[in-house]
């Protein structure tokens, strides 16, 4: 090929370009000539409602092009722009209020008028909820004893902290017990007085609440003295006879008594002495004896008769005090008492029952 044939092909397509740009546009031809490149870091998972945070890249954009991110709903159709990042070649932004749930997320270059003339590969997001959960070791403690409770988190943004919160007040307003940085675990709480307390797990972070668990419930007991019953009856408890405290020798004990049942029912006959329609208790122990002046081989014995318990009861011998703890289910109950020896005779009866109410009312639960 000679010099002279390469000159001549080289003007050839110098015009042949020259005559392509007049018919298009020079405008169209940059465009066609450019091949944009775009880059983002997305993580692949994320907590619900929380910002997704990432950054971007890209090179080559035409001067009025932008960038956006684009989501396409789950089974396929159009992209949707969810995000716009303006004309910026490089930068971080974060997609923020997404629910739970699974994500088709793209960055995409725009035309002015609308179009995409170059995207990323499409990306899966999946959003996690975040969740909270609360138990006690026991629902039941005594008052003022340490309070064991376990509980889990998950998906929570960095930063979080647990916090363990009980309602108090007559506004039922939560309160904080204590936090943590620590999201599950097994952790102790101080204990509390009597009462019947609600309890929950708030996770916070320095902006807003991120997630609360569910509402647990623990019941503190403290023993109650029989006597305060005495002074609730109008509510819940009845009482045969009148309280009244003194002293009797039994063998060589000295018992307190408050209450002195001259009924003298004998087996199969049985006296009431409490009566109570529902209670905040969850035993009864009870003393109960004759005095020094029965026959020997002489016995007493009480009963506790519930509404949905079988019977439970205990006797005891001339020259002893009886003691017998029962256990209560919170229903309507009884306590009986009868004695069997030669000649009717008076029983004599006290009693301490662990409740958490300070009366044995269940009225009023939640104290706070």
């Known amino acids: 090929m000679t010099a002279q044939f390469r000159s001549s092909l080289a003007k050839l397509c110098s015009g042949i370009i020259i005559a392509v740009s007049v018919l298009i546009g020079p405008s169209s031809v940059a465009l066609a000539q450019q091949r944009p490149r775009l880059s983002w870091t997305l993580p692949a998972s994320a907590v619900a409602h929380w910002p997704v945070a990432f950054r971007w890249h890209a090179s080559d954009l035409t001067p009025s092009g932008h960038l956006v991110v684009q989501e ?55 959003e996690n909820a975040s969740s909270a959960e609360l138990a006690f070791s026991s629902d039941e403690v005594d008052s003022g004893s340490p309070i ?38 097994v952790r102790t709480a101080p204990g509390v007085p009597l009462g019947a307390y609600k309890y929950r797990v708030q996770v916070v972070d320095a902006k807003r609440v991120v997630v609360t668990s569910n509402v647990a419930l623990l019941w503190s007991y403290g023993n109650v003295p029989l006597r305060y019953m005495c002074e609730a009856q109008k509510n819940t408890f009845t009482v045969s006879s009148n309280c009244y405290s003194s002293t009797l020798q039994v063998g060589a004990t000295i018992f ?101 109410t300070n009366n044995g009312n269940p009225i009023g639960r939640y104290i706070g």
């Open 148 to 185: 064991e409770f376990a509980y889990s988190t998950r998906n929570l943004p960095a930063g979080s902290l647990v916090e363990l919160q009980r309602e108090v007040g007559f506004d039922q307003v939560w309160g904080t017990v204590l936090s943590t940085p620590v999201r599950s675990g």
């Open 72 to 126: 396409q709903h789950q089974g396929g159709g159009p992209w949707v722009t969810v995000l716009d990042l303006h004309s910026d070649l490089t930068g971080s932004a974060s997609i923020a209020g997404l629910q739970a749930g699974t994500y088709r997320l793209r960055l995409a270059a725009l035309r002015p008028d609308g179009v995409a003339y170059a995207v990323t590969s499409p990306r899966t997001l999946v």
């Open 256 to 356: 307190t008594y408050l209450i002195g049942d001259k009924s003298q029912a004998s087996p199969p006959n049985y006296s009431t002495t409490v009566t109570a329609r529902d209670s905040s208790c969850r035993s009864i122990t009870v003393q109960w004896a004759l005095s020094n002046q029965v026959a020997a081989g002489d016995s007493a014995g009480v009963e506790v008769v519930q509404a949905n318990a079988s019977p439970q009861s205990a006797t005891t011998m001339e020259g002893t005090v009886g003691s017998q703890t029962f256990s209560l289910t919170g229903a309507s109950f009884y306590l009986d008492d009868w004695q069997q020896s030669s000649y009717g005779h008076t029983v004599y009866i006290n009693a301490t029952l662990s409740c958490y």
